[in-house]
């Protein structure tokens, strides 16, 4: 049984940073890509980040290009999101996914395996 499990949301102040991880189990993690996605309240659940299975490509969303980093480590199946220079306009439930494949995804049907969500919340 796969599962993902997120941690490392809270409620922090316009400016501030947060680091978000996902830990993997029950898949190899290693062969597939991993991605970030975010969904706020009313609005779809958009791509964030995604990494290749190697952590060579990476896709950014225009938004949070230069203030957020993804990153993984194969050895700990885990894969993180470096969240800086945080905006109220970044509150959303953030949520972890694994790819069907080894290569970056930007929709939801690139991935297959979802953890539960972590809410992050930036006030003004």
């Known amino acids: 049984q796969v599962q993902l499990v997120e941690s490392g949301g809270g409620l922090v102040q316009h400016g501030a940073s947060l680091r978000l991880s996902c830990a993997v189990s029950?898949?190899?993690?290693?062969?597939?890509?991993m991605g970030w996605f975010r969904q706020a309240p009313g609005k779809e659940r958009d791509v964030v980040a995604a990494i290749s299975w190697s952590g060579i490509s990476t896709y950014y969303a225009d938004s949070v290009k230069g203030r957020f980093t993804i990153s993984r480590d194969n050895a700990k199946n885990t894969v993180y999101l470096q969240m800086n220079s945080l905006k109220p306009e970044d509150t959303a439930v953030y949520y972890c996914?694994?790819?069907?494949?080894?290569?970056?995804?930007?929709?939801?049907?690139?991935?297959?395996?979802w953890g539960q969500g972590t809410q992050v919340t930036v006030s003004s």
């Open positions: 996914a694994q790819s069907r494949k080894g290569l970056p995804g930007t929709i939801q049907g690139d991935y297959n395996y």
């Open positions: 029950g898949r190899t993690f290693s062969s597939y890509a």
